[in-house]
């Protein structure tokens, strides 16, 4: 389980969900060491829609690896409420990962045997308090699909699926690997709009990486990386819904 340290020791933020303080991360190639992080400080807010904006190589994958549970960092730490998970061990992280974070990537890593019911049901299964897969699948607009199997489904509607299985357990946080990476403008609108509405009614904390710099104007902020570094944060003073975004 989950240690909590003591707040006095702990970087301070009212509503943060995440507090990155420092946050290395470097790689052994050969001879050669890639620095991937060179030192992030950054706070995601409670309920809030964040894009990490940023060329490829930039280290956005690399944070939201971490901040995700699924890779460690070289020096820094993140705290995940008042829980450090820099020196979780794998059981602690295995846990974060299946009760706290939802994540969605590139490509939806659906299982093709079983119908888009039964891949959302795969979380439900083994989560502690989820909502019910019809209830996941209506919420991304699929609750006519639901007894498809994926190779039934174009790639959109797999994504979605995707974005169901990973809010189905009711994640506080909901962690997004280039989810439009792999379609075309029009369908990508549809798997924001899933996001967006996701964000808006469950009031999940939400950070979206991308390239696509259009995206970034539906964000509540966006965080700018470049070589490893944060390079500007700012926040939107209005929003753009997904259907008007500039691709």
């Known amino acids: 389980m989950l240690q909590d340290t003591p707040t006095d020791k702990n970087p301070t933020s009212n509503d943060a969900v995440f507090r990155v303080r ?85 490509f939806y890593n659906l299982i093709p045997s079983l119908t888009a019911l039964e891949n959302v049901a795969v979380v439900t299964e083994i989560a502690k308090s989820p909502m019910k897969p019809e209830e996941a699948l209506a919420l991304v607009g699929l609750q006519n699909r639901m007894h498809h199997f994926p190779a039934q489904l174009s790639g959109g509607e797999q994504q979605r699926i995707a974005i169901a299985r990973a809010i189905a357990k009711k994640p506080e946080v909901l962690l997004c690997d280039e989810p439009t990476g792999a379609l075309d403008s029009k369908t990508g609108i549809v798997v924001l709009e899933a996001l967006q509405r996701i964000n808006q009614e469950l ?33 939107n003073e209005s929003l753009v819904s997904p259907d008007q975004l500039s691709w």
């Open 22 to 106: 420092g946050l290395t991360k470097s790689y052994q190639m050969g001879e050669v060491q890639v620095d991937a992080l060179r030192g992030i400080d950054l706070d995601l807010h409670r309920g809030e829609f964040t894009v990490l904006l940023g060329a490829s190589g930039s280290g956005k994958s690399t944070l939201l690896n971490i901040l995700g549970g699924l890779d460690t960092p070289t020096t820094g730490s993140v705290y995940y409420r008042e829980h450090d998970i820099t020196h979780a061990n794998e059981a602690e992280l295995t846990e974060y990962r299946r009760d706290h974070v939802g994540f969605v990537f590139q």
């Open 203 to 235: 009031g999940t904390t939400t950070a979206v990486i991308t390239h696509n710099a259009g995206i970034a104007q539906m964000a509540n902020r966006v965080v700018h990386l470049a070589d490893g570094l944060i390079s500007r944060i700012y926040t």
